[in-house]
C-alpha cells in the first residue's frame, strides 16, 4: 500500500526539472561535448533544454551523424544494457541544460510506474526512428534523405507544432546525416530553395512544401 502511494505521488516531470540523489543540471555552450565515443558509460542523460548530435567514428576516421536530439529527449540509455564504454559521441548544438542521472539512480526510478512508462515510451519512439532512417537509407535517394532530414528538424511529423526555423547547422553535418558529400547537399539545397521549399538568410526556414520531395517519386 505504501509502495502504491508512492508511486502515485512520484512525477517524473518533476524528477527530471530538479537536481537530486544521483542527479545533477549542466549547463553547456554550443558545440560542446557532453562524453566521447569509448569513454566509460555510467549515466543517462535528458535534455532539458537544446538540441545534440549522435555521431560515432569508424575505425577509418569516418564520421556519420546517427541523430539530432531535442528537449524532452534522453541519450546515453546504453549504458542500462550492460555497455561499459559509450558507442557514440554527443556533441551540442546549441546552448543546452542537460540532466545526468547516474546509472544507479536511473535503475531505481525506474521502478515507479509512470516513470517506466515514459522512458518506454521514449525506447519505443527511438527504435520506431532508428527503422525509418534504416529504410531511408536502403530504399530513398540522397535527395530525398536530405530533404526528410529537414523536415524532421523542422520537427513535421512529430508532436506539436512544426517549428520552420530550424537551428543552426552546417552543410558538413547534414551530409554526415544523409551519408553523402558536402558538395551534393550545397546543390540540393540549391535547388530546394529555388523551388521554394526553403528560405536560407543565415536561418534555414523550411516550408511544408518541401514534403513534395519525400512523396514523390
Known amino acids: 500500500m505504501k509502495a502504491a502511494t508512492r508511486s502515485q505521488r512520484f512525477d517524473p516531470k518533476s524528477f527530471l526539472a530538479h537536481v537530486g540523489e544521483g542527479r545533477t543540471i549542466a549547463t553547456y555552450g554550443e558545440n560542446q561535448t557532453i562524453f566521447a ?104 535517394s540522397s535527395e530525398k534523405r536530405l530533404a526528410r532530414a529537414l523536415l524532421l528538424l523542422a520537427n513535421f511529423g512529430k508532436e506539436g507544432e512544426p517549428v520552420p526555423v530550424i537551428a543552426p547547422i552546417t552543410q558538413e553535418t547534414l551530409a554526415e546525416m544523409v551519408g553523402t558529400t558536402r558538395s551534393r547537399v550545397s546543390s540540393f539545397l540549391n535547388k530546394f530553395r529555388r523551388l521554394g521549399f526553403i528560405d536560407y538568410n543565415g536561418h534555414m526556414r523550411v516550408h511544408s512544401s518541401l514534403l513534395n520531395v519525400v512523396l514523390h517519386d
Open 37 to 140: 565515443q569509448e569513454e566509460p558509460a555510467d549515466a543517462v542523460f535528458f535534455i532539458q533544454k537544446g538540441k545534440v548530435k549522435v555521431t560515432v567514428l569508424s575505425v577509418g576516421g569516418k564520421e556519420a551523424v546517427l541523430a539530432i536530439l531535442d528537449a524532452g529527449e534522453f541519450f546515453g540509455e546504453g549504458c542500462l544494457n550492460g555497455h561499459p564504454l559509450r558507442m557514440a559521441t554527443v556533441v551540442t548544438m546549441t546552448e543546452c541544460s542537460i540532466m545526468r542521472v547516474e546509472k544507479s539512480a536511473m535503475i531505481e526510478v525506474l521502478r515507479e510506474s509512470k516513470f517506466s512508462e515514459l522512458f518506454i515510451l521514449h525506447l519505443l519512439h527511438r527504435n520506431t526512428r532508428v527503422e525509418e532512417d534504416l529504410i531511408d537509407h536502403l530504399f530513398n
